[in-house]
């Protein structure tokens, strides 16, 4: 399959196979701390989606084994496959449906402080600006267009499979959690013969 083309995904009852038959796979978290700290599956390893781009290389360089990446609904953990094949890792798979499916289906998950998810926090920031902007233009007409430019960013978001409100939403200590060791989720990823 070609980087260009779809990422290659399984369902969750296929990647709980996958998990069960080989311990060594690798379940990877790009989602925000905040959300992994919220619910995850129990051994991933979180590595927020900002934090692939950064550290490319290194993951391509040092990965071992299978790899699951997985997210709250399957659209960052796509994201992130792609970016990984396009860089020459094309063992990566994404789990469809994400952490929304893996639940619906009585995976395994360890529990945390509830928090929102990525998507929620955007359907709220943009209905509240569309519906601010709405009421505003009742005194000043040329405020429909911010609702506008948020209906046009959200097609785009659609079309591109990116959000950039979600990427600015991710910098909110809110959904930083009590933090990602990058460097830690880095060395887990690496094949065992290079582990220090």
């Known amino acids: 399959m070609s ?3 779809a990422s290659p995904a399984v369902d969750v009852a296929t990647a709980r196979a996958l998990i069960a038959n080989n311990p060594d796979t690798l379940i990877v978290d790009v989602r925000t701390p905040g959300e992994y700290d919220s619910a995850h599956v129990p051994g991933s390893i979180n590595l927020p989606l900002d934090q692939v781009d950064a550290h490319l290389g290194r993951i391509v360089e040092d990965a071992g084994g ?21 860089a020459g890792l094309p063992a990566a798979t994404v789990v ?4 929304n499916a893996w639940i619906t289906a009585g995976g395994p998950v360890e529990r945390g402080r509830e928090r929102w998810s990525l998507e929620r926090q955007v359907r709220l920031v943009a209905g509240a600006i569309v519906l601010l902007s709405i009421v ?7 405020a429909r267009f911010v609702a506008g430019f948020i209906g046009a960013g959200l097609t785009f978001a659609a079309l591109s499979n990116t959000c950039a409100m ?7 200590p809110y959904n930083r959690g009590a ?5 830690a989720s880095l060395a887990r990823l690496r094949a065992p013969g290079l582990r220090a």
Not at 66 to 86: D, F, H, V, Y
Not at 179 to 183: F, K
Request: proline share 2%; glycine share 8%; charged share 15%.
């Open 179 to 183: 933090t990602c060791d990058v460097d």
């Open 96 to 99: 469809t449906g994400g952490m």
């Open 136 to 142: 505003i233009s009742i005194w000043v007409p040329a």
């Open 66 to 86: 299978r790899m699951l990446l997985i997210c709250q609904s399957g659209a960052r953990a796509t994201q992130a496959c792609t970016k990984l094949a396009n």
């Open 3 to 5: 980087a260009k083309n």
């Open 166 to 172: 979600g990427m600015m939403l991710t910098k909110l």
